[in-house]
């Protein structure tokens, strides 16, 4: 039997990831700061590590064959636009650690959740913005710390492949939502913070919208994104990818969906300031098409209807965080 490890498992793809690679058969440890919030463990071991330290480091990545890394300070906009330093510190220390103790331990395998953050500012300033191919990246602009981390991340993991005998594969994620995923407390994304708000808004209401709701964004669903993660660890490919849909909405869209699969199609929108992000992101999945003969499939509609049911569960049973 296999075993790995994966780290930010106590968060929402890593838990999600956990009880995937358990359905496989697996042995898995998962590693984290904390315990999934929502959910029981899966995992045939949990381990409460800050991998901000080297020793804890080590202590994850022990006895596994394959890392899949996900462990992150992170968030929605709300929250990568506000704590750059601290996100920047450390994502860095987590990523220089967690690579280089599965490199000691003799790690086969290692996965590296990147997001759609390392794009340039400037391939994403309107809104009918062109999808973007991973060869995009450069030359290098991400609007934020978090963009800018993953992108030196990724470049970690390309350099260690290249110079010592480990795989490495690389994840960029597109806004990825999907129920047991965070709904609350600011680092919400927009998928789960607009289902909270129409689940709290009344017949008739009015609910806020950070901007002029024209910005777009594609959204990734987690089945279809755990499913993408086992296939490109399975792969043979080492360079980038995107895992995403390239099914583009603007946010306004979005908080329409969202009020149709929750039965309120009258509800209204306030806009109010707040931070907005790249006014247009869409993924190009020509490569990833190529490389995997397989892209997400889920539709917006269909994803987000047992998304916005759990976090309406949640905040009328009273469970809140
Ligand atoms: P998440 O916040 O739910 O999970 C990340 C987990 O990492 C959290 O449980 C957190 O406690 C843990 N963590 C943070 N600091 C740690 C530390 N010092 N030591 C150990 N664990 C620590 O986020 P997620 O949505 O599950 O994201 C997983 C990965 O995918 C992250 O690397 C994230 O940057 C990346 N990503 C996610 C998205 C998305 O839309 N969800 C998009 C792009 C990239
Ligand atoms: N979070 C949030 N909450 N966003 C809102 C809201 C709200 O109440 N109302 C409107 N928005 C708008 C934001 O202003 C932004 O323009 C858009 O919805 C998307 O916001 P987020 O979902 O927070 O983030 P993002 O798509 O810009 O970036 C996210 O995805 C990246 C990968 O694609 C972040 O989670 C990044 O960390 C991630 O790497």
Redesign the pocket.
């Known amino acids: 039997m296999e075993r790995v490890c994966v780290?930010?498992a106590?968060?929402?793809?890593?838990h999600h990831l956990v009880t995937f690679l358990k359905a496989k058969g697996y042995w898995v440890r998962g590693?984290?700061?904390?315990y999934p919030e929502y959910t029981n463990v899966d995992a045939d071991e949990f381990e409460l590590?800050?991998?901000?330290r080297w020793d804890a480091a080590l202590q994850a990545t022990r006895g596994v064959d394959h890392v899949y890394a996900?462990?992150?300070?992170?968030g929605g906009m709300g929250y990568i636009s506000t704590h750059h330093a601290e996100i920047l510190h450390?994502n860095s220390l987590?990523n220089l650690h967690t690579i280089d103790a599965a490199r000691i331990h003799g790690v086969q395998r290692y996965l590296y959740?990147s997001?759609?953050c390392i794009y340039p500012e400037y391939r994403q300033t309107v809104t009918d913005v062109v999808p973007l191919k991973e060869s995009d990246a450069y030359p290098a602009q991400p609007q934020d710390a978090y963009g800018w981390e993953k992108l030196f991340s990724e470049l970690l993991c390309s350099y260690y492949a290249d110079e010592h005998p480990m795989q490495t594969r690389i994840v960029r994620?597109h806004?990825?939502y999907g129920p047991y995923g965070?709904y609350d407390g600011g680092?919400e994304?927009a998928p789960a913070a607009l289902c909270r708000k129409v689940a709290l808004a009344g017949d008739g209401g009015r609910i806020e919208i950070w901007g002029d709701g024209a910005q777009t964004r594609s959204f990734c669903y987690i089945d279809d994104c755990v499913e993408g993660i086992y296939r490109i660890m399975q792969s043979d490919f080492a360079e980038p990818l995107n895992l995403g849909t390239d099914e583009m909405v603007s946010i306004a869209e979005l908080a329409h969906v969202v009020a149709e699969v929750a039965g309120k199609r009258d509800i209204g929108l306030e806009h109010v300031a707040g931070p907005q992000g790249v006014r247009g992101r869409n993924s190009d999945n020509s490569l990833l098409r190529e490389v995997l003969g397989w892209e997400p499939t889920t539709s917006l509609r269909d994803g987000l209807s047992p998304t916005y049911q759990w976090i309406e569960k949640r905040l009328t049973s009273g469970e809140r965080t």
């Not at 590590?49 to 901000?52: C, G």
């Open positions: 780290t930010g106590g968060g929402f793809i890593g590693v984290d700061l904390k590590l800050d991998l901000r996900l462990a992150a300070d992170m450390s987590i959740s997001s759609a994620f806004n990825v965070t680092r994304k």
